[in-house]
Nanobody, 124 residues
Framework: HVQLVESGGGFVQAGDSLRLSCAAS????????MGWFRQAPGKQRAIVAS????????YYADSVKGRFTISRDNAKNTLNLQMNSLKPEDTAVYYC?????????????????WGQGTQVTVSS
């Protein structure tokens, strides 16, 4: 079992940067594949990025590729998402999630544990 708490959201202007963090409880953080998802009003939750247990492999949605960077620090039980060149269409609630079975997954279904979400709002 793992508990996830996101932080770092906020209100920014287009072109700005934000860094989201997700603190995980427990001593088995490195046994989970991790992901960041987002959900905009009226839309389904969608993958942003995923990272393997070791951190060696990553996946990015096309919409954020080249602008966002996912990383993890297994010693500190922390997942991060560096978001640069933010656009108004990046506005959403961002969630971190953990899954026990897949190193990398772009689907929400395998993820067993979810944080409460953090709001990111990008103004044009």
């Amino acid at each position: 079992h793992v508990q996830l708490v996101e932080s770092g959201g906020g209100f920014v202007q287009a072109g700005d940067s934000l860094r989201l963090s997700c603190a995980a409880s427990g001593r088995t953080f490195d046994s989970y594949g991790m992901g960041w998802f987002r959900q905009a009003p009226g839309k389904q939750r969608a993958i942003v990025a995923s990272i393997s247990r070791s951190g060696d492999n990553t996946y990015y949605a096309d919409s954020v590729k080249g602008r966002f960077t996912i990383s993890r620090d297994n010693a500190k039980n922390t997942l991060n998402l560096q978001m640069n060149s933010l656009k108004p269409e990046d506005t959403a609630v961002y969630y971190c999630a953990a899954n026990r079975y897949y190193d990398i997954s772009r689907r929400a279904e395998p993820y067993d544990y979810w944080g409460q979400g953090t709001q990111v709002t990008v103004s044009s």
